[in-house]
């Protein structure tokens, strides 16, 4: 982004010689036009430092450096850009040398990016403390969301069958993940695989944090639990419902 700032000084540079020219009231073509050609760079390379504002959570920063504002007393347009543009390196910089102390941040879980489904049952309890409760009430709307599709006569682990690789009946209808062709060696494993994420959150998440001799989850560990019932509601709704050709017309769900 330094190479942006540098662009924009470039800018500013011009930008003034062509304003003390116009202050004698006179115009400068070839500075115009030069003005004119930098102007889209400038538009292009602060687009990279409006995204990363963005995804560091600066929003103002960001809103800083995508508007571009004549500067009072003729000021050149790019000068708030550069301005938010340098707080931005300082704040990288800042987290480089954190990292370099205390070692890489690695990747991070946001729980506004969990299945809206699993985290709005569970962001109650979980705000107050209680993880096991939040997870066990995640793992119940998880299978809620399921048993809509299945019928409530199917629960826990038995929903996996919504992703087997049989063919739907009757009584049983089918999730068929899209843009993989389900007959295909990499559709039978996806559909495998999905099948075995429903039992795992059933069988390995929520009856686990409900036995009594499993001790209370801690942060990391209840949110890796809720994780997981997430990504299974998400496998749900990249999903489209296949049902037997015998089967009555049910309500849309």
Excluded: C
Aim: glycine share 8%; hydrophobic share 40%; no cysteine.
């Amino acid at each position: 982004m330094r190479e942006v700032v540098k662009l924009i000084d470039r800018y500013g540079a011009i930008y003034d010689e062509r304003w003390r020219d116009l202050g004698y009231g006179q115009t400068h073509d070839d500075l115009q036009q030069q003005l004119d050609a930098l102007e889209d760079e400038v538009r292009q390379r602060t687009r990279l430092a409006y995204d990363i504002a963005q995804k560091l959570g600066q929003d103002v920063l960001a809103a800083n450096i995508g508007e571009r504002q004549e500067g009072a007393h003729g000021g050149h347009p790019w000068q708030q850009a550069r301005k938010a543009i340098m707080e931005l390196i300082a704040i990288l910089s800042q987290r480089e040398e954190l990292a370099e102390i205390i070692g890489p941040f690695g990747p991070r879980l946001e729980t506004a990016e969990l299945h809206p489904v699993i985290w709005e049952a569970a962001a109650r309890l979980w705000d107050d403390g209680h993880h096991r409760a939040a997870v066990q009430t995640a793992a119940t709307a998880l299978e809620g969301k399921l048993q809509a599709i299945a019928g409530p006569a199917v629960a826990g682990e038995t929903l996996a069958s919504l992703f087997s690789t049989t063919a739907p009946t009757a009584d049983s209808p089918r999730l068929r993940l899209r843009g993989i062709d389900p007959d295909s060696k990499t559709g039978k494993s996806a559909h495998e695989g999905a099948s075995a994420m429903v039992r795992g959150a059933f069988l390995a998440v929520r009856n686990l944090v409900s036995h009594p001799g499993w001790p209370e989850p801690g942060h990391a560990e209840g949110l890796e639990m809720i994780a997981v019932l997430s990504f299974v509601a998400h496998l749900v709704d990249r999903a489209d419902l296949t049902r037997s050709p015998t089967t009555k017309d049910q309500a849309p769900l």
